[in-house]
């Protein structure tokens, strides 16, 4: 005689439906991880080139709106910026953030100098320094004029 007792019954069926589960959950668990890894990568994958100068190129206004000799203020995100009107046909773009301590800059009309409200720095319409603490000129942005409007790369 055998010792060993016979299975009950449909204990077979329940072990195939357990291993089936166990195989469905880590599956779509598995599925799940790689849907949302490919959700982080996407999100961390640097813009496409021409998306990037799009979003870089800033349009001013007209050259007629800008007055010679006089720096306009373009609030622009954390890159503010000067637009100069040099003359009939020259336009600068400057950075509108001191190279000191990073302060924002103002035109002073009287001077015709864009200085800084922090520490007495003082630049030329062309970003030079003139005076103060400011260890370098001013970064300078290019500037094309295209059917009359100011475009500026940032």
Known sequence: MSDASPAPAGSAGAATR???LGWMSRALLGLWG???AG???AYLRAPEKEHRIAERTV???PLAD???GEATFVRHGTT???VVRMDGERVVALSAV???VRCILAFDRNRKAIVCPCHDGRFDLAGNVLSGPP???LRTYEVAVRAGDVYVRL
């Open 34 to 36: 790689v849907g949302s």
């Open 59 to 61: 349009r001013v206004g």
């Open 98 to 100: 001191c190279t000191h």
């Open 80 to 82: 503010p910026f000067f």
């Open 18 to 20: 357990r291993g089936f």
């Open 66 to 68: 800008l007055r010679v």
């Open 39 to 41: 959700a982080v990568l």
């Open 135 to 137: 260890p370098r000129a």
